[in-house]
């Protein structure tokens, strides 16, 4: 008899169409679902799944965690969305299965895990928690130079801003301002409980990829992706990024990344270090890292979930490994089939990608137009090399037709139009083609938007 899993569902994570059927061809699954997805989804939702529950938006999301979990006689509960994390984690504890634990709140929560890190001694950047443009101004003097305004629980870069010595703080302040109440609007906040700072100011990292990189075009972070499965850390395999665009808004996450083994076993090892500081117990996980030009590293954030955009998919599609059916099985009690040690590029069949869809080029230049968002009407391969494969993430994606959105530096993925999975026969072919497609992608879908 298979198990029964609740799967509490929320924007944010990896695609659903991606998501739900790896989910259901192990367990069965039901929805606790948070918010109203697109109609497709919800139809998806509700052919694959056992049943779907509306949560209660007046009740604690714990609470209705366990309320739906002890009806239903789940044998696991997990959610892959940043947004319901610690909700997930404090009702697993109340219901005594394997989930994220007391760390989650330190994985979420950006000024706990920076106090959680600078007690364990791990890489981290000066920072101050702020609650007021009072607090901001007294940071940024503390500070001194260019700094960073972020939310202490945002997710895609959404409520960040940088700020250089003179600029006007107050003018800032109001735009994180806004672009937090916007995500909020969107559904792209916490869902549940939480008190402490609202944001944090931190300094800049003065991160570099000289000495990393044999090859030019990566950008100076990356991240390892892992799991923990009662309370140990297994680091699965880094993926590597293009440049970011101004303000740190990411472009495309890549698989595998082909730094050398021992520098990518080298940042594995302060990861663990990472990881074990947060005190996690049984979830996917999602490390962020900055290069040094001295050849170390400094933590930007780990998160107790699996990657965003596609991360999943491009582990799946360039060595073969399923975190989502790993976690899965981690949470249903079992012992998850780790790979052994940190997968590296000889391990590779292929390479795949994440590439936003976003009205900038690979530099951050906005377009100077703002065309139907039509990909599907584009002769990819005019853009890519032979072999390449470009395919619309459609879970993380808005409606075909709907017009582009403006690029802002400040609200991140909220100026996404959508995501696109990249795969190509190596991973130099793969970087080479998300520059193209990034420096092209105005002209093909203004000139198939043209032609339709």
């Not at 697993?92 to 634990?101: E, K, M, S, V, Y």
């Not at 072999?387 to 530096?409: D, I, K, N, W, Y």
């Not at 190596?426 to 083609?433: A, F, N, V």
Request: aromatic share 4%.
């Amino acid at each position: 008899m298979q198990p029964a899993v609740l799967l509490v569902y929320a924007k944010g994570g990896p695609a659903l169409e991606f998501l739900l059927p790896r989910l259901v061809s192990r367990a069965l699954v039901d929805v606790l679902l948070i918010g109203e997805p697109q109609p497709w989804q919800r139809e998806l939702l509700e052919r694959l799944c056992r049943r779907v529950v509306p949560a209660d938006p007046s009740a604690a999301l714990p609470d209705e965690i366990v309320r739906v979990a002890t009806e239903l006689r789940s044998d696991g509960v997990l959610t892959f969305s940043e947004f319901c994390v610690v909700a997930t984690a404090q009702a697993c504890l109340r219901l005594g299965i394997p989930g994220p634990g007391e760390g989650a709140a330190r994985s979420r929560d950006k000024v706990l895990m920076r106090r959680a890190w600078q007690a364990a001694g791990v890489p981290n950047p000066a920072f101050r928690p702020v609650d007021s443009l009072a607090e901001l101004e007294a940071a940024r003097a503390e500070i001194g130079g260019d700094v960073i305004v972020k939310s202490a629980l945002g997710a895609g870069s959404i409520g960040q801003a940088m700020l250089s010595p003179g600029e006007d703080g107050a003018a800032v302040w109001r735009e994180v301002e806004a672009a937090t109440a916007a995500a909020r609007r969107s559904g792209m906040s916490e869902h549940g409980d939480r008190t402490g700072p609202r944001y944090l100011v931190e300094e800049i990292i003065q991160s570099s990829v000289d000495g990393w990189y044999d090859q030019p075009g990566y950008g100076d972070y990356l991240s390892v992706e892992g799991l923990v499965a009662g309370g140990v850390y297994h680091p699965v395999c880094l993926t590597a990024r293009l440049p970011t665009v101004p303000v740190f808004v990411e472009l495309s996450n890549h698989a595998p990344c082909t730094l050398a083994p021992e520098l990518q076993q080298r940042i594995a090892d302060v990861c663990r270090r990472a990881v074990d500081a947060l005190g996690l117990d049984t979830c996917a996980t999602h490390t962020e890292v900055k290069l040094m030009p001295d050849g170390t590293v400094r933590l930007l954030e780990s998160a107790a979930r699996a990657g965003g955009a596609a991360v999943t998919r491009e582990l799946v599609e360039a060595y073969g490994v399923d975190l989502i059916g790993l976690q899965l099985a981690a949470a249903l009690g079992g012992s998850p089939a780790v790979p052994d040690r940190l997968l590296l590029p000889a391990d590779a069949r292929g390479a795949a990608a994440s590439l936003s869809v976003i009205a900038v080029d690979s530099t951050g230049k906005p377009w100077s137009s703002l065309p139907p968002f039509r990909p599907d009407l584009v002769a990819w391969e005019e853009l890519v090399s032979s072999g390449t494969t470009v395919e619309l993430v459609r879970g993380q994606s808005q409606p075909l037709g709907t017009p582009m959105p403006a690029f802002h530096p400040h609200t991140g993925v909220l100026a996404y139009a959508g995501l696109l999975l990249v795969r190509a026969a190596d991973p130099l072919t793969l970087r080479d083609d998300c520059y193209r497609i990034l420096d092209g992608l105005e002209e093909a879908m203004t000139r198939a938007a043209a032609d339709a």
